[in-house]
Every structure is written in C-alpha cells, then in structure tokens.
C-alpha cells in the first residue's frame, strides 16, 4: 500500500512580491524531483507581517522565504535562529517547525557559491581570497555581502559608500574575525580598486531604470572578478566593461539561484542542482518580462 504524503506549501514573503523569480525556481525544482507541493508569492504589507506568518503556520505551511522590507522582522520573529542569521539580524528563510519559527539566511552562502559558476577560472580562485575585496554600497545587500567575505577569510574589505556612517555600522560583522573593514569615501572608490581581487557592486547602480554605475576598472588586476548582484539586466554597464578588460565578470543571477538551494533542502530533504537548465529558464522568464 502507498502511503501519500501531504503537499509541501511554502512560498516568499515581501511587500512588494509580484516581480519575484523564487516561485520559477523552486517550482523548478519540486517537478523535477517529483515531490508533491508548491511554492507561492506570499504578499505581506510591513504591518501584516506577524499576523500573515502566523496564518501561515495555522494553515500548515512548511515555510517561506522572506525578502524585502521584511529581513529584519523575520529574524526578530523567530524563535530561533542559526548563526547566518543572528550574525546579520535579518533572515531569509524560516522553517516552521511543531509551531516555532526557525530562521536562517542564504544571502551569504549563495553569493560565495556563485562565483563557481561558469567556466572554471584557477587564476581568479587562487589569487581573490588572499587578496582585498572592494564593495560599493553598505545597505542590506552588503551586509550580507560582507558576512560572507567575513566568513571566507578575506584580510581586508574595503568598502565605498556616500555615508561613510553607513560602513561603520558594519563593523560587527568582523567581531571574532581577522577582517579588517575599510571605510573609503565615495569620490574615492576608483582608487580603492588597486590590489584587489575581487569588486562586488551592491548598489542599485546599473539595474534596470537606474543610473548607471561610473567607475574606472583601471587599477583592477588582471587576475580579479567583479559581480554585480543586479540581474536585471543581466549584463550591466559595469559588467560589460569588465568583460572587455577581460576579467571574471558574474551576474546576480548566480547568487539568487544559489541562495535558494539551502531553503529546499530545508523544507524538502533535497538538495537540488543549479542548472544550466534552470539559470536559461529565468532567463527566458526576465526577457519576456522585458
């Protein structure tokens, strides 16, 4: 006798959530291992948040991710949180568990995954965690950024934002660490390139509707990669033009392919795979939507 079971229901929650590429993803992955379930936009205005995810769990929800403005109400929703989460005091991913809440955050994870992806480069991976990383932007995106650089042992993080505050907040981040963190004005961020291994962009300089992001690649060596965690579009400005110097180019469509991985696992008990497959559907899905 085949003992059916229930259907896995999680989805992402955020204000707005209309544009989000996670339910393409995870519905992805649910037909391809043949597992019973969905994954859905789960809209939630800020001042719903607590009440949605509590009918959530009363409808039997696995789960959800969580994403803008919500990082920081779902982290302190949580009865318990793992050390990507606590360290950052955002979460991306909750697990309900016996009526607990039990966070988590991938953000971290799927960036440093991300720089596997394409053809495989030893010159950029011997040379970029020995060297400084140059970061543009110090909100939510960097935080999370600079987590993971914390984590995979870079010395030195060197990081151009207009408020220089802004950079200061992110010094708790390197608590128990040997990373330093580099405070470096925005006028200035051309020069803070020489060195480095690796540039990550966290504005939102180069996405679709917005200005271009202005700076020289000029001090980059040749051996450095640059990503920028924009996917829309694919290719910006600053991607383009660190292609034609020929350095490691990665799009954000790496880091939000990867950073889903871990919250399937959670809510599944599989690990699935980043695709070549998978990435060409989303991008098929942004360029109808475009």
């Known amino acids: 006798m085949t ?7 999680v989805g992402i929650l955020g204000w707005p959530v209309t544009h989000s590429r996670s339910p393409l993803i995870h519905n992805y992955w649910i037909k391809a291992h043949g597992l019973q379930g969905g994954y859905e936009k789960l809209p939630a205005a ?6 949605v995810v509590s009918g959530l769990i009363a ?21 318990f949180a793992d050390k990507s989460a606590t360290r950052l005091k955002a979460a991306n991913l909750l697990v309900f568990k016996n009526g607990h809440i039990h966070a988590s955050n991938t953000d971290g994870y799927g960036f440093l995954q991300s720089l596997h992806d394409g053809e495989p480069n030893a010159d950029f991976h011997e040379n970029w965690p020995n060297k400084p990383v140059a970061v543009l932007g110090a909100g939510g995106a960097s935080r999370a950024v600079v987590g993971a650089l914390v984590d ?3 010395s030195e993080i060197r990081i151009s934002n207009r408020t220089l505050e802004k950079i200061q907040a992110l010094g708790f981040l390197c608590e128990g660490s040997t990373t330093t963190i580099t405070p470096v004005p925005w006028e200035g961020r051309a020069d803070m390139l020489a060195g480095c291994g690796l540039l990550v962009n966290t504005t939102s300089l180069g996405m ?18 640059v990503v920028d965690i924009v996917y829309a579009p694919l290719e910006t400005p600053l991607l383009k033009a660190a292609a034609q110097r020929g350095l490691y180019a990665f799009d954000g469509l790496g880091m939000l392919l990867h950073q889903a991985v871990p919250s399937f696992a959670a809510w599944f008990g599989v690990a699935p795979d980043v695709t070549p497959e998978l990435r060409q559907l989303v991008i098929d899905h942004l360029e109808e939507k475009n």
């Open 3 to 9: 003992i059916s079971q229930s259907p896995i229901k």
């Open 46 to 51: 800020p001042e719903d948040f607590k009440n």
């Open 59 to 79: 409808q039997g929800y696995a789960g959800a991710n969580v994403t803008v403005p919500h990082k920081e109400a779902a982290y302190a929703l949580a009865d």
């Open 152 to 154: 995979a042992g870079v």
């Open 208 to 225: 679709s509707g917005q200005p271009a992001l202005d700076i020289s690649l000029d001090k980059l060596p040749p051996f450095a990669g």
